[in-house]
C-alpha cells in the first residue's frame, strides 16, 4: 500500500467514532466549526460559538441592508448563492434544537452500540453494509462540495473588469457590511473575509445535509433490522420466550416510529424553506423565459417607418422570426405550467382513491 493511500485510509479512521457509529464524520465535521458542542464550556467551543453569531451577523447585514434600500444587484447575489444562504437557516434551527437533536443521535448511538456488542451475524452485516453506504455518499458529497468551493470563491475575480470610461467593477460574493472601500486593497480584505465566512457557512451546509441523509439511511437500515427481529420472534421450545421476543420486537419498533417523527419534526421547517426557495428560484427563471415573446416587440422599436421597402419586409419577417415562445418541459409530453401541475394534481388523487377503493 502507498504511503498516499495509506495517509487518506488512517485520516478517514479519524474521523471515525466507536461512541457515534452512523455519524462519527459528520459530528466531527459538525464539530470543527461549532455546531456540534461536545464540551459548551471550553474556550474553543466558545470561539467557536462566537464565530456562528459573527457569521450570522455578516449574512443577516446583507437582508438588512437590501430591505431598507433594494438594490437589485444584491438580491440577484442572495438568489445566485441561495446554498449558503439555506446554510444560515440550517445552522439556526439547527442551534434552537440542538438538545432535540443531541437527544436523537444519543437514540441512534445506544441502539447501534448495543446491536454491535450483540454480535449477532446477521444484524452487524445489516449495520455495516447501511454505513458503508452512508461512508460513501457523505465523502462524495464533501469532495464535490470542497472542489466546488474553488470555482464559487474564485468567481468574482474573474469577472472583475474595468469600463471603457476607467470604471472599475469589483464583484463579491455576498453583499454583507464591511467597513472597507469597494476598491482594492479594501475590496480584497472583503473579499477575504466573505471567503473564510462563506468556507464556514458551506461546512454548516455540507455537514447538515450528509446528517440528514445519513440519518435517513439509519432509518432505512434499522428498519431492515427490525424486519429481521419479526422473523426471529417465535421460539418453538419455549412459548415465554416467544412471548418476550414479541414484546421486544414491538417495544423497538414503537422507539424506532417515535424517535423518527422526532427526526421529521427537526428538518420540516427546513424543508419547507427548500421548498419555497426552489419555487420561486425556478418560477423567476420561467417567467423570464416566458417573456421570450416580447422580443418580437423590440423591432416596433426600431425605426422602421423611415427605411426602405425591402428593410421594412425583413423587420417583419424579423419580427415574426422572434416571437417563438420558449418552454420547459417534464419529460418529452409535459409542459411545466400551471395548467400541467393541476393535471398532475387531479391524476394523482384519481389513481390514489382507485387504489383506496379496491382496498
Not at 485520516?11 to 466549526?33: A, D, M, R, T
Not at 461549532?34 to 466558545?46: F, N
Not at 444562504?85 to 439556526?92: A, E, F, P, Y
Not at 476598491?183 to 445535509?209: K, N, R
Request: charged residues 15%; glycine residues 4%; proline residues 4%.
Amino acid at each position: 500500500m502507498s504511503d498516499k493511500a495509506w495517509s487518506l485510509q488512517h485520516f478517514l479512521k479519524f474521523l471515525e467514532n466507536p461512541s457515534y457509529p452512523s455519524v462519527g464524520p459528520h459530528l466531527k465535521l459538525l464539530g470543527l466549526v461549532g455546531l456540534w458542542r461536545s464540551d459548551p464550556t471550553a474556550s474553543v467551543s466558545r470561539f467557536k460559538q462566537f464565530l456562528f453569531y459573527f457569521t450570522i451577523t455578516f449574512f443577516f447585514s446583507q437582508y438588512i441592508k437590501c430591505l431598507i434600500k433594494f438594490n437589485a444587484e444584491s438580491l440577484k447575489l442572495i438568489l445566485q448563492y441561495a446554498p449558503f444562504h439555506m446554510g444560515i437557516v440550517k445552522s439556526c434551527f439547527f442551534q434552537k434544537n440542538f438538545s432535540r437533536w443531541q437527544n436523537l443521535i444519543d437514540y441512534m448511538s445506544l441502539i447501534e452500540r448495543s446491536q454491535l456488542k450483540k454480535e449477532d451475524k446477521n444484524q452487524s452485516d445489516m449495520i455495516e453494509s447501511y454505513i458503508k453506504r452512508n461512508r460513501r455518499i457523505s465523502y462524495f458529497f464533501w469532495a464535490l462540495a470542497f472542489f466546488s468551493n474553488f470555482s464559487i470563491f474564485t468567481e468574482p475575480y474573474q469577472k472583475n473588469q474595468i469600463n471603457m470610461n476607467g470604471t472599475s467593477v469589483y464583484l463579491y460574493i455576498f453583499d454583507g457590511y464591511t467597513p472597507f472601500r469597494k476598491e482594492p486593497p479594501g475590496y480584497y480584505m472583503s473579499m477575504l473575509i466573505q471567503t473564510v465566512l462563506g468556507h464556514v457557512v458551506s461546512a454548516y451546509v455540507v455537514g447538515w445535509d450528509t446528517l440528514v441523509v445519513s440519518i435517513m439511511i439509519f432509518f432505512a437500515g434499522q428498519l431492515k433490522i427490525s424486519r429481521l427481529h419479526c422473523s426471529q420472534t417465535i421460539d418453538a421450545s419455549s412459548p415465554e420466550k416467544s412471548h418476550e421476543n414479541i414484546a421486544n420486537c414491538h417495544r423497538f419498533h414503537v422507539n424506532l416510529i417515535k424517535h423518527q417523527k422526532l427526526f421529521n419534526s427537526l428538518i420540516s421547517p427546513v424543508m419547507f424553506i427548500y421548498l419555497i426557495n426552489i419555487s420561486v428560484n425556478l418560477g423567476v427563471c420561467i417567467f423570464e423565459i416566458v417573456e421570450s415573446t416580447l422580443t418580437s416587440y423590440g423591432t416596433f422599436k426600431s425605426d422602421w417607418p423611415s427605411s426602405s421597402k425591402k428593410l421594412r419586409q425583413e423587420i417583419a419577417l424579423l419580427g415574426l422570426t422572434t416571437t417563438k415562445r420558449l418552454v420547459f418541459k417534464a419529460g418529452p409530453f409535459n409542459e411545466m405550467s400551471l395548467p400541467t401541475f393541476i393535471a398532475i394534481l387531479r391524476a394523482s388523487y384519481s389513481f390514489y382513491t382507485l387504489l383506496h377503493n379496491k382496498n
